[in-house]
């Protein structure tokens, strides 16, 4: 029975064809930027509120269309305190412009020694 299983795979895997070459999505329509930071477990709610507070600020920028953030529930670790900013924009232009705002540049080094990571995702909405 094994046998017929590993013949049967096999054959599978080598009549599979050619893999797919993933195509290019246009960047057309919004663009998404989803920020979710991770803060260390000594943060104090006070910097968190800091930091929530200047994510908001930047919602206030020009090039920015629409902003919204949440706290993640992490059932596996409770402990660990992540919250979650969208940001959207018109363009990768726009993003590019309000990264390397003085205001961006300001906020990025707000806390930075209570946060344990930032993960940072972009995608087009179609």
């Known amino acids: 029975m094994l046998l017929k299983i590993i013949a049967l795979a096999t054959c599978l895997t080598w009549n599979k064809g050619p893999e797919p070459t993933p195509k290019a999505i246009p960047a057309k329509g919004l663009l998404r930027h989803v920020v979710v930071v991770t803060f260390k477990t000594n943060t104090s709610m006070d910097l968190i509120r800091k930091v929530d507070i200047s994510f908001k600020n930047l919602s206030k920028l020009s090039m920015v269309k629409s902003y919204e953030w949440g706290i993640v529930k992490d059932n596996k670790n409770p402990s660990k305190v992540k919250h979650v900013y969208v940001t959207t924009?018109?363009?990768?232009?726009?993003?590019?412009?309000?990264?390397?705002?003085?205001?961006?540049?300001?906020?990025?080094?707000l806390g930075a020694e209570n946060i344990e990571s930032v993960e940072a995702i972009d995608y087009f909405l179609p």
């Open 89 to 109: 924009f018109k363009s990768q232009k726009e993003e590019d412009a309000y990264g390397k705002s003085p205001e961006h540049q300001k906020h990025i080094k």
